[in-house]
C-alpha cells in the first residue's frame, strides 16, 4: 500500500506500555493522575493544573514542491533534510523539559516556515489529497510522540494548517484525514496527546467550510465521537486568531480552549481575553490555553506570559525567525535551530524556569 495507506502499525507497537497520560479535571491538566507542576505557587500565583508549551510546528516539516524546497536549506549543508530535522528536534527535547516545558504544539500541516505568509506554494502536509495519511511524515511524528511519552510531556496534535488545507481535494477527504489520525493515535495506545482539529479556525484563508469556526465543531464532536467509541477518548478543541474569543458551538464541543495572543500588544488584553472566554455562552469549568504567541519582553515585570498565568490561563511561545535575523533565531521558520541558541529564546525559557521553578 505504500506511502498512501491509511498506515497500521504492527502488534508490537500496539501493544507498547505508555509512560505518560494526560487527562483533564475541571479547569486543570493531570499527567499520569496528578496535577501539573503540583503545589507550585509562583509570586503567590497558583500555577498548578497549567501546561505551559512551545509552539513547535516544523517538527516532521518536509517540502514536495521542488520549486520551493531549496528555500529550506541548512546554512552547513545547503540541502534540505526532513530526517535531520526531526533527529534534532528529538535530541533537544530533553533540555526544553528539565526548564519546565510540559507541552508542545504539532501540526500535520506545519505553519507558515516564513512566520507569516501571504502566499503558501509549498507542500507541506502529511494528509494526502484522498485523506489518507503520508507514511514518512508520520514516522517522524511517532519518533517525536514516543520521545515526549518517554519525558512525560504532552503533544498538542494540530491536523490541518490554512494554506495548506487546500492539498485535500473535498470535505469528505478532510473528514477522512480526521478519522485516519484518530485511528493512528488510537491504534498505537498513545495516551500523552491533545487534538487541535485546525489551527486558528476563524482565519478567511480555509478553503474547507468544515474547517471554518462555524462548522469546525463538526470535526471536534466527530473525534470525541470516534475515539470514545473506539474506547480510547481524545481530549480535543480547535484554536482562533490572535485576540479572537472562542464562539458558543466549539466552547460547547471543546474539552479545552485554545487561544492565540498574536496582535495583541497590550498584556492586560491577554487577562480580558481570559475572562471574556469564561463568559461565552456553554463554558464550564475547562482548561483556557494559549498555544501561540509572538509577544515576549521576558524581562520585564509583566508580559503576555505573566497576564495569562495571573489569569490562570496556561501560556505557549511562537518564535519566529525576523528579517535580517540569522539560523539561530526562531522555531517556526525553516531550517531550525532546536537549541535555546537566541537571546529570545533563553529569555523565555529563564521565565518558565522561574515559573514553574524547575532548575535545569
Known sequence: MGDRAALRPAASTIQTPRATVVSIVKDKFYINGQPTYKGRIWNGVPIEGLLFNSRMVQAIFDDRNPATVTRWAYPDTRKWDPERNTAEFIATMPTWRKHGLLAITLNLQGGSPEGYSKAQPWHN???????????????RLAQVIDKADELGMVVILGLYYFGQDERLKDEQAVIAGVDHVVDWLIARRYTNVVVEVNNECDVKRYDHDILKAERVHELIERVKTRSREKNHPLW?????GGGSIPKPNVVKAADFLLLHGNGVHDPQRITEMVHQTRRVQGYRPMPILFNEDDHYDFDKPNNNFIAAVKAYAS????DYRRKGEGFDEGYQSVPVNWQISSER???????LSEITGEKP
Open 345 to 351: 529564546k533563553r529569555g523565555f525559557f529563564r521565565l
Open 236 to 240: 480535543v478543541s480547535t484554536s482562533y
Open 125 to 139: 502536509s502529511a494528509i494526502h489529497a484522498d485523506g489518507t495519511l503520508d507514511e514518512k511524515y508520520m514516522a
Open 315 to 318: 501560556w505557549g511561545y511562537f
